[in-house]
């Protein structure tokens, strides 16, 4: 049997995933071990995991440069910097950290969360140890002629023409991350490898095995995505406080609802818009602010009667008791509805959600709303659109079924054996 490290920031979208896989690989004989934030403790200790917390590494500087990119989403500029130092930026005190991990467990694979870089830059190949990367997002994320630029879903590259407006988006987005190849090169020289300068995305299609915690049917059709891919199914993990969503009252009617997720924006934009737009409506609404939002600083007055505001809680205990969700676009929300043939609104408030959201729209499982149109008119004629036309129920139910072949964690615990043994 082998010994398995998860490293991964502590963000539930990033968190849960890992969660469900190191269940699978516990059960299947391994032993497994998390290298994470002090904060996630707790949790993974009731579950019984081993954890190394972030001695070098700040958390509360990550989770501040995560809100400035939050922050500048519509600053393009501003956002990449805060980004940058992010990722890049931390990787030295994740290697330090990394360093006295080894020390005193050795690991024989990393399964690493695509945002931590420092075992896909260069800790894993210093050390002769195979890295495995657990995507936290619902497709690809490597890039081919055949993608859409990335966070910019009309450019639909089926089109001549928008294909043409899609390689001057990554132009632009090159000279924004010009300065990433010599960062990579100095680590990996510090470390005594070679210099490479490389893009993160080239970094990760270096990696032997990447995990999918979706389906291919629901990413965009490519020829050229790398056989180190492997789509795996939803990896949720049902919390282990299973923090009960009450069930929505007056089931005769249908029921809608509202996650802003873990990981929002500053501004409630979303929150507002439901509130004001779902309410009155002939459905039931839960409306559920993002974690650790507080609800009274929102001001949004007496709710209307058919309209639950609740602070967030994890879905899974009762997702399957709605009729809709509307969501910002985080994997785990989209990938859950999803798996219980629940239809989707989403208004995505980042590159990466708007990815997602164009998957669903195209997928026929629910519709995009841009967050810039979000307004409670638009969101309540979506949600209207999506209960009263049966066809996003089906591609739904049928996205579900497809979903539930993938196996999840136990394939992807089969994958990373396979991968321990090579």
Known sequence: MAKFLH??????????????????????????????ASRARESLAAEGFRVFPFREVS?????????????????????????????????????????????QWAPQVIVCDMSMLAPIIAFGEAKDIPVAVLSHLGYCPLRGFEDAAPGFPSLNTRSRSLRLAARVVAGITGLLTAGVPKQVAEIRRACGLSPDRLRILEMLARMPLILIPSAVEFDLPRRDRPPAVQYVGPCLWPSGQRAAIPRPEGRSRPSVLVDE???????????????????????????????????????????PKNVRLKAWAPGEPAASWFDVVVTNGNTNSVVLGLSRGIPLVVVPSTFDEAEIARRVQESGAGLWLAEA??????????VDRVLADPCYRASAERMAGILAGYGGPSRAAELLTDLASR
């Open 261 to 303: 997720g873990a990981l929002y924006p500053p501004e409630a934009r979303l929150l507002r818009s439901a509130v004001k737009g779902l309410g009155n409506r002939p459905f039931e609404v839960l409306v559920l602010a993002g974690r650790g939002r507080d609800i009274a600083m929102l001001k949004l007055g007496e709710p």
């Open 7 to 36: 490293t991964v920031w502590p963000f539930e979208t990033h968190l849960h995933p890992h969660l469900a896989i190191a269940a699978a690989l516990r059960h299947a004989g391994h032993e497994v071990a998390f290298y994470t």
């Open 373 to 382: 149109r979000s307004t409670p008119e638009r969101l309540r004629a979506a």
């Open 59 to 103: 958390q509360d500087r990550a989770d501040y440069l995560v809100s400035r990119v939050l922050a500048a989403r519509r600053r393009p500029l501003r956002m990449w910097n805060s980004w940058q130092q992010f990722l890049l930026g931390t990787v030295p005190a994740q290697m330090r950290d990394l360093e006295a991990v080894y020390r």
